[in-house]
């Protein structure tokens, strides 16, 4: 299938260290963060959420961290495997209203 | 399927002549959103829609955009006078309602004008 996002900002690791994917977002009022995967051909996969009223949430491997007070966040996958390979998209909304801002993406690429 | 599901998977087409994409959201599903993905690009929000309410219109490009959801359920995204600009991938979600659910995405459709 077509590639997504030819000229992202690339992210090596080696199968089973730790990732981490940065994103910086710019709306200071937004109250709801998710991320998503998406792999080359297939629409973006749901992988975790967090609301502003949180700091951190865990899900299976993968760990969300959020910043208010820098306007970040982070996505951190446990024991990286091949499967994890994929774009990596970090959205955000405001107020109750779901129209998300996705940031341009951060491709994982992991290495046997 | 359970899933978000696209029609066609590949579309192309000359430039001036329109086009018609098709979302079915998941069953129960009462908000459903279009996004484009340009190569090498983000999602974009293009519009909207939340049961009865009118739809959110705000992202369209341009007036050649439109977009509607009949009985609640199945979309279309319409570009009329398509240019090579339009060209991307149209993505499509749904979530289950108003505030703070995920939205589940379809596979998209890649839409080639030439």
């Known amino acids: 299938g077509e590639s997504v996002g030819l000229h992202l900002p690339t992210l090596s690791v080696q199968e089973g260290d730790n990732s981490i994917i940065n994103c910086a977002y710019s709306?200071?009022?937004?109250?709801?963060f998710i991320w998503y995967k998406q792999e080359s051909g297939k629409g973006p996969q749901f992988i975790i959420d967090?609301?502003?009223?949180?700091d951190k949430r865990q899900g299976q491997r993968v760990t969300v961290l959020l910043n208010k007070t820098v306007k970040h966040l982070s996505l951190q996958i446990a024991a990286t495997q091949p499967g994890d390979s994929a774009v990596y998209f970090c959205?955000?909304?405001?107020?109750?209203?779901?129209?998300?801002?996705f940031g341009a993406g951060t491709r994982l690429a992991v290495h046997p | 399927g359970a899933g978000v599901s696209q029609s066609p998977s590949n579309k192309v087409t000359e430039k001036g002549k329109d086009v018609e994409l098709r979302c079915d959201p998941i069953?129960?599903?009462?908000?459903l959103y279009w996004y484009r993905q340009s190569l090498g690009q983000g999602l974009e929000f293009l519009i909207y829609?939340?049961?009865?309410?009118?739809?959110?219109k705000s992202g369209l490009p341009s007036d050649r955009f439109s977009a509607e959801r009949t009985g609640g359920s199945v979309s279309t995204l319409t570009i009329q006078r398509t240019q090579q600009e339009d060209s991307a991938v149209y993505l499509c979600?749904?979530?289950?309602?108003?505030?703070?659910?995920?939205?589940?995405f379809g596979a998209g459709t890649r839409l080639s004008v030439l």
């Open positions: 967090i609301r502003s009223n949180m």
């Open positions: 709306n200071s009022a937004s109250d709801y």
């Open positions: 959205a955000e909304g405001t107020g109750g209203y779901n129209k998300l801002i």
């Open positions: 979600a749904s979530s289950e309602d108003r505030g703070w659910n995920i939205q589940y």
């Open positions: 829609f939340q049961g009865n309410s009118a739809p959110d």
């Open positions: 069953s129960g599903h009462t908000a």
